[in-house]
């Protein structure tokens, strides 16, 4: 059966673009996508698509202006409109300190996704096909990709669409052969100082001496693995949501009910919450999920670590995920100088003031019998070696310990304030007050009280 036919029968039957769809065709000179144009072309008639076409210079080689020229005149040809544009894909890459690849792809993608908004396509079309999918599933082996990874590139992404992942390139090779349809060759398809093109030249070549079909088993495998993948998206979604939820600025998992899960469920739950918080999962390896696993399993309460485009640490029961570590407290401090209301980081106030009774302490109210305390008083973050003395003991503890006792997170002990008289540490602002100076009935009282 002619490629054409084989071509039109897989699009209806997969359902990848319907009919009447306005489609923008990323050409970029080369023979797959030249191929993707042309059969998408003479099927335009038929299934009443309106193709776009887009084409970026990457300004990369000497050659990348005669690319640009010669896609114009092939549009120009076939009557399909065409957007070009030049980026100095190797200046941005440089002032990004990014990996010329990937700085290269995400260019790619953002010109694309700009191009398919003005044009009011629904599809963007891109020429991959099975044996760029055998690559991607080989790299993507090679950086510790786990099965989500390993499922490959998607016939459908949200815009993006491969309509061609099901054909081989010597396929589109004879078919461009046949027609008498020209295209460019890449010379940095060479270059193996390119991971990609060491796969494409030296590994698939000697996996090829062991299995001549090892493009299509790895194609095929990554489509099941697509299957096993979309059944635990649903899945992992459902988890997610009952083991985690959104907080400030990042998203927080409950250590023990993520714990509980199966060990399956384990990693995808984790990637799931790096996706909620990076927007996507690019350069998240295996190795990255195991290290957070053994940031939640570890026997220290809290700790921290970085991944790429990600902030997560452990805070007893909870695993935060957030885009960046928060910032420290700057050092606040303050004399209490006389009765009033005094601002509080945060956008709380303090407010001092003298009663002739109690009037009754709360989480956010302490009350000083007025005659043993005399202004003016401190109000400053805690310092080490700062000491309390709590109820019912007779000695003082460091705050170092109380924090402890009472879980307060590496953040919640930065911003934790505290009230001095002579050095004398008072109330630890919202959290405890020190034994004595409590006030006898009838007696005047030092109120100190949080108010938003």
């Known amino acids: 059966m002619p490629l054409l036919n084989q071509f039109h029968k897989f699009l209806m039957q997969s359902g990848c673009i319907p009919e009447g769809s306005r489609v923008l065709v990323a050409v970029s000179g080369g023979a797959d996508s030249v191929a993707l144009l042309s059969l998408l072309h003479q099927l335009a008639d038929s299934m009443d698509l309106h193709l776009r076409a887009a084409h970026l210079d990457h300004t990369l080689r000497d050659t990348s202006c005669a690319d640009a020229q010669f896609v114009e005149r092939l549009c120009a040809d076939l009557g399909v409109p065409l957007v070009v544009e030049r980026r100095d894909v190797a200046g941005i890459a440089k002032q990004r300190k990014g990996n010329l690849e990937e700085v290269a792809r995400d260019i790619r993608r953002d010109f694309l996704e700009s191009v398919a908004q003005s044009r009011n396509c629904q599809l963007i079309a891109l020429g991959h096909h099975a044996d760029d999918q055998a690559e991607t599933f080989l790299l993507r082996l090679l950086r510790g990709s786990g099965p989500a990874g390993l499922a490959g590139m998607r016939l459908v992404n949200q815009l993006v669409v491969r ?3 099901s054909f081989h390139r010597d396929e589109l090779l004879a078919y461009l052969q046949e027609e008498g349809i020209a295209w460019r060759e890449d010379e940095s398809n060479l270059d193996q100082t390119f991971t990609r093109n060491r796969v494409r030249h030296s590994l698939l070549p000697l996996l090829e001496s062991y299995n001549p079909n090892i493009s299509g088993q790895l194609a095929g495998l990554c489509e099941l693995m697509r299957q096993d993948d979309d059944f635990w998206v649903a899945l992992v979604a459902q988890e997610l949501a009952r ?5 400030d600025d990042g998203y927080a998992l409950e250590r023990s009910l993520l ?9 995808r739950v984790i990637r799931a919450a790096l996706q909620q918080v990076r927007g996507d999962l690019r350069g998240v390896t295996a190795t990255h999920i195991a290290d957070v696993l053994k940031l939640a399993r570890a026997d220290s309460p809290q700790g921290e670590m970085n991944l790429p485009g990600v902030w997560i640490a452990r805070r007893y029961e909870k695993l935060l995920f957030s885009k960046r570590k928060p910032e420290l407290a700057e050092h606040f401090a303050v004399v209490l100088s006389v009765p009033g209301n005094y601002s509080l980081p945060g956008g709380q106030i303090l ?4 009663a002739e009774q109690s009037l009754g302490e709360s989480a956010d109210t302490v009350e000083f019998a007025a005659a043993s305390v005399s202004f003016p008083l401190q109000l400053r973050h805690c310092q080490p070696g ?3 003395r709590p109820s019912g003991m007779s000695g003082t503890k460091k705050l170092q310990d109380l924090f402890v006792d009472l879980k307060l997170t590496k953040e919640e002990r930065q911003k934790a304030l505290v009230v001095l008289v002579d050095d004398e540490v008072l109330w630890v602002v919202g959290l405890r007050r020190s034994e004595g100076r409590r006030p006898r009935d009838g007696e005047a009282v030092l109120q100190l009280v949080i108010k938003p």
């Open 386 to 388: 700062d000491r309390l």
């Open 259 to 267: 714990l509980d899960l199966a060990p399956a469920l384990i990693g």
């Open 243 to 247: 083991c985690g939820k959104w907080r």
């Open 351 to 354: 407010q001092v003031s003298l």
């Open 163 to 165: 309509p061609l992942l």
